[in-house]
């Protein structure tokens, strides 16, 4: 039995679609904004393999336990992706881990 009907699923769809949309255009605006410490970052780890927080800091060229509220102003930290409409569905974050490695 469907709990929606295709009506609001297809409402439901078009919404998330939005997000994803949304979110993909503010990453990739992220990453041409900070493409030269992405890629110290990612020649760091191929250098070393893994970098512990001091070090992945270290190579983006950042100081190292930067709060959180700088970080973001500088973009060393994820900030949230856009808002969407009062009427969307909402989504969730992840958390940011602390070790960065180059292996799967």
Same mark, same amino acid.
């Given at each position: 039995?469907?709990?929606? !009907? =295709? ?7 078009? %919404?998330?679609? %939005?997000?994803?949309?949304?979110? +993909? !255009? +503010?990453?990739? =605006? ?6 030269? %410490? &992405? =890629?110290?970052? *990612? *020649?760091? &780890? &191929? ?14 060229? &950042? ?7 700088? *970080? ?17 569905? !909402? *989504?969730?974050?992840?958390? +940011?881990?602390?070790?960065? !490695?180059?292996?799967?």
């Amino acid at each position: 039995m469907r709990e929606t !009907s =295709e009506a609001t699923q297809q409402l439901i769809d078009a %919404q998330v679609r %939005q997000l994803i949309d949304r979110a +993909h !255009s +503010h990453v990739i =605006e992220l990453v041409g904004q900070h493409r030269d %410490q &992405l =890629e110290a970052l *990612a *020649a760091a &780890l &191929l250098k070393q393999e893994t970098l512990d927080e001091a070090d992945a800091y270290a190579a983006a060229g &950042l100081p190292s336990k930067v709060p959180v509220s700088v *970080a973001i102003a500088i973009g060393a930290a994820r900030p949230e992706p856009p808002r969407p409409d009062s009427e969307t569905v !909402s *989504a969730g974050a992840n958390g +940011h881990g602390r070790t960065l !490695s180059s292996k799967a």
